[in-house]
């Protein structure tokens, strides 16, 4: 099954808080986990990924946790800001076609209020 | 940098005319993909090519045509297009086989009346 699914679908967070985005996969063979940002009018742009090797990473206030066994992963968001607000994807591909097949999620739109 | 150009940034089509959408990338990247991007449904891929010469089916090809003019460039056609194409097309690159960061153009908005 090639599904990736999302939630939520909306979030709303005040500034300074912890933003949580939520997804899970059903192919076992997925092994590349990426998130991307969009901002309105943009098209989307890595913001951080992650392999089943390890099952945390972080990057400055972004990090991915990763649930191998559940098949899950999220994306959380440290000291949520304004600047933050942006609709988020998480995406997944196998490592036979890298680059050629990413299945995304439906995407979560992040509202981080002043 | 230009990245990833897309061309038109806003099109709006009667149902059965045709057009292109032209891409081009200036990264000397091997792959390129077009998805289109409809509320709630995250990104689809339509057509992929892998490199210079090939181009695949992806998830959602009906209704839709695609040349990899060449290593920079590539197109999409709709020969027909219909209200249920309305949507927002991106253009995407990576280097190729094993690279694994798309990057991405700013999109068509494409609405079909």
């Known amino acids: 099954q090639q599904q990736v699914k999302q939630s939520p679908q909306s979030l709303i967070v005040q500034k300074g808080g912890i933003s949580i985005i939520n997804c899970a996969y059903e192919?076992?063979?997925?092994?590349?986990f990426p998130w991307y940002q969009q901002f309105p009018g943009k098209g989307p742009a890595l913001l951080i990924a992650i392999r089943p090797d390890v099952s945390e990473k972080k990057e400055g206030r972004f990090t991915i946790s990763f649930n191998k066994s559940a098949k899950q992963f999220s994306l959380h968001i440290m000291d949520s800001q304004p600047g933050d607000s942006a609709t988020y994807f998480c995406?997944?591909?196998?490592?036979?076609?890298?680059?050629?097949?990413?299945?995304f999620g439906p995407g979560t739109r992040l509202s981080v209020l002043p | 940098n230009a990245g990833v150009t897309q061309t038109p940034k806003f099109q709006v089509l009667k149902t059965g005319q045709s057009m292109t959408l032209q891409c081009a990338q200036d990264m000397n990247h091997n792959s390129m993909y077009w998805y289109r991007q409809d509320p709630g449904m995250g990104l689809r891929l339509i057509y992929y090519?892998?490199?210079?010469?090939?181009?695949d089916k992806g998830e959602v090809p009906n209704g839709y045509n695609v040349s990899r003019l060449n290593k920079r460039e590539f197109s999409l056609r709709l020969e027909s297009a219909a209200p249920s194409q309305t949507s927002v097309y991106f253009c995407a690159s990576t280097r190729g086989q094993g690279s694994t960061e798309a990057f991405f153009g700013q999109g068509t908005r494409l609405t079909v009346v």
């Open positions: 995406a997944a591909s196998s490592r036979d076609n890298y680059g050629q097949n990413f299945v």
């Open positions: 192919n076992t063979a997925f092994d590349y």
């Open positions: 090519s892998a490199s210079e010469g090939t181009t």
